[in-house]
């Protein structure tokens, strides 16, 4: 089992940036890929961005492309979020999630999922 909580979010102006982090605690976080993932209201969640157990393979969806950026500190068991250039189309509840294989965070079939914490971003 891996335990994952989420920490960072926040209302921001548009233009503004934010760093999400997602403390992991139970199994060895290093054993795992992650990811983050959103969800607006009235919308479906989607994926946001992935990062491979070692650190050094990342994916962006095309919206975030450019502006986000996704790290892990596998010593501190964490995993981040670095969101630049915050518009208001970003507001939703971000998600952190695990899982042993990396084309599960990919697909959004993952075994573990934080509890969510809400990013605003006003115009």
């Known amino acids: 089992q891996v335990q994952l909580a989420e920490s960072g979010g926040g209302l921001v102006q548009a233009g503004a940036s934010l760093r999400l982090s997602c403390a992991a605690s139970?199994?060895?976080?290093?054993?795992?890929?992650s990811g983050w993932f959103r969800q607006a209201p009235g919308k479906e969640r989607e994926v946001v961005a992935g990062i491979d157990w070692t650190g050094d393979i990342s994916y962006y969806s095309n919206s975030v492309k450019g502006r986000f950026t996704i790290s892990r500190d596998n010593a501190k068991n964490t995993m981040y979020l670095q969101m630049n250039s915050l518009k208001p189309e970003d507001t939703a509840v971000y998600y952190c999630?695990?899982?042993?294989?990396?084309?599960?965070?990919?697909?959004?079939?993952?075994?573990?999922w934080g509890q969510g914490t809400q990013v605003t971003v006003s115009s």
């Open positions: 139970g199994r060895t976080f290093g054993d795992y890929a």
């Open positions: 999630a695990a899982d042993r294989l990396f084309s599960r965070i990919k697909d959004g079939s993952v075994g573990y």
